[in-house]
């Protein structure tokens, strides 16, 4: 399956979203992100499994932890 990313606002933001992410069996990376690539300008970004993404974007909701762009859902990784 394909990965997708998840444009995050802060390393501590990332950190806390990969900790929930395991916590919730989902495998998930802290990764670097070019700016040029989201539209805010994300350095920093969560590498997930494409098929993850709703329920690991969920958990980011009921956390209240911000994100910014999704890369790679469509087509727009690597």
């Known amino acids: 399956m394909a990965d997708c990313v998840i444009g995050m606002r802060s390393q501590f933001s990332a950190e806390k979203a990969r900790r929930c992410a395991v916590m919730e069996k989902i495998s998930a990376e802290v990764v670097s992100v070019d700016p ?6 994300c350095s920093i970004g969560i ?23 999704i890369i790679g859902r469509g087509g727009r990784l690597g």
């Open 36 to 41: 040029s690539v989201t539209k805010r300008g």
């Open 47 to 69: 590498r997930i499994n494409c098929s993850e993404i709703d329920k690991f974007l969920n958990i980011l909701d009921k956390k209240k932890i911000p994100y910014g762009d």
